[in-house]
């Protein structure tokens, strides 16, 4: 069974700094994509970022592009989502996914998530 267990959420103040955990389990994920996306109350889920495994080629949405750091402990089967110059607007519920392919395109596994609250 795959699991996706978030960690790492909480709150800080404007321009203050969150380290997201996700620990992957169930399977290989040595050819996966895995990444981050948020949901924020009343809005759709929108992507944030993006590693692949193998490479470790990433992408990230506009938005967080120069603020947020994706990266990956394979040894670990981890995915971490450095978080700093948060603002207000990142306030939303984190879920980390995985898919073996784009995860732009589709999600094949979710985490729970995890909350992150920026107060201004």
């Known amino acids: 069974q795959v699991q996706l267990v978030e960690s790492g959420g909480g709150l800080v103040q404007a321009g203050g700094s969150l380290r997201l955990s996700c620990a992957a389990s169930g399977r290989t994920f040595s050819s996966y994509s895995m990444g981050w996306f948020r949901q924020a109350p009343g809005k759709e889920r929108e992507f944030v970022a993006t590693i692949k495994w193998s490479g470790g080629s990433t992408y990230y949405a506009d938005s967080v592009k120069g603020r947020f750091t994706i990266s990956r402990d394979n040894a670990k089967n981890t995915v971490y989502l450095e978080m700093n110059r948060l603002k207000p607007e990142d306030t939303a519920v984190y879920y980390c996914?995985?898919?073996?392919?784009?995860?732009?395109?589709?999600?094949?596994?979710w985490g729970q998530g995890t909350q992150v609250t920026v107060s201004s």
């Open positions: 996914a995985a898919d073996p392919l784009d995860l732009r395109v589709g999600v094949s596994y």
